[in-house]
Structure formats: structure tokens, C-alpha cells
């Protein structure tokens, strides 16, 4: 799978499936551990870019003119 919104989209699929009141033990079996991988892998994922962010946050400035760290404000508009 290429990107994250799409391995996002396939757990979500996968735990659909799950929810099934048609699907079978051993299919419900196999997507819960597709998915486990699936969620591992994009855990793992979240944790690079994370550290990729404290790594930006922490940098100097550049200019050294405003001598403030920048301030990301990620999830303003889900507070609105």
C-alpha cells in the first residue's frame, strides 16, 4: 500500500468486515491479523513523523530573529 490514508482506509474496511453478522470465524480471524499488522506498521509510521516533528520544532530559527520556537496548530479547526 502506498500511503497512510490508504492503509487507514483498509483497517477501517477490515474492521467493517469484522462486524459482518455473515462472515466466518477464520475470515474474521484472518482480517483481525491483517489489521493488527496493518495498525503496527502505521503506529510505527506515526512514531517517525513524530520524531521528524520534535526534530523541526527543536531546530534553531534560522533567521534568529524571533527568537520563539514555532507553534504548529494541527487541530484548531476540529475545535470549531
Known amino acids: 500500500m502506498k500511503n497512510f490514508e490508504e492503509k487507514l482506509e483498509r483497517l477501517e474496511q477490515l474492521g467493517s468486515d469484522i462486524k ?30 513524530e520524531g521528524k516533528i520534535q526534530m523541526l520544532m527543536n531546530q534553531p530559527d534560522i533567521d534568529g530573529a524571533s527568537g520563539k520556537k514555532p507553534e504548529l496548530d494541527l487541530f484548531s479547526a476540529m475545535d470549531e
Not at 32 to 46: H, N, Q, S, V
Open 20 to 49: 459482518k453478522s455473515d462472515v466466518s470465524l477464520e475470515e474474521a480471524l484472518k482480517c483481525f491479523e491483517e489489521g493488527i499488522a496493518l495498525a503496527r506498521g502505521m503506529e510505527k509510521e506515526l512514531d517517525k513523523i
